[in-house]
């Protein structure tokens, strides 16, 4: 049903998502606007994606909702050995293989490779600190500013 304003929101809307994803690398084959609908506004159809396509918007719309890095921005792959922040448990561990040794007193965890990424600076400072001192994490005060560089 044509819209009586003469502005067409299905087909700005499909423009617009059509952008985003190319924008991301993917390019849908088949997506239209269903204008065959009795609705007021048409149903977008994106057609189908493969695999690689579904996990790159998977990865984007995590970063838009902060849960993960910018688009286009790769994966955070780590070593063994390598602290990282498990978002999931928000805990601190090392990694070993696939698990998460905690850097505090604990078990050890296995976390999803998309819920992790590197510590900020001063939360692993406190964590290492923790596990030499044998304190819970909240007792280790915040170290001085200014005396680790970049």
Do not use: C, F
Request: charged letters at 25%.
């Amino acid at each position: 049903m044509p819209n009586p304003s003469g502005a067409n929101p299905s087909q700005d809307a499909y423009e617009s998502l059509l952008d985003l994803l190319t924008r991301l690398g993917i390019i849908p084959t088949h997506a239209r606007v269903d204008w065959a609908t009795e609705e007021e506004s048409a149903p977008i159809l994106i057609g189908r994606l493969g695999v690689a396509d579904v996990l790159r918007l998977n990865r984007a719309l995590r970063a838009a909702l902060d849960l993960r890095n910018p688009p286009g921005v790769p994966a955070h792959r780590p070593v063994t050995g390598e602290a990282v922040l498990d978002l999931a448990t928000d805990g601190i561990g090392e990694v070993v293989g696939y698990l998460l040794r905690p850097l505090e007193p604990g078990r050890p965890w296995t976390a999803d490779p998309d819920n992790i990424r590197r510590p900020e600076r001063d939360r692993l400072i406190r964590a290492r600190l923790a596990r030499l001192t044998h304190l819970p994490v909240g007792l280790v005060p915040a170290p001085p500013t200014g005396l680790v560089r970049d």
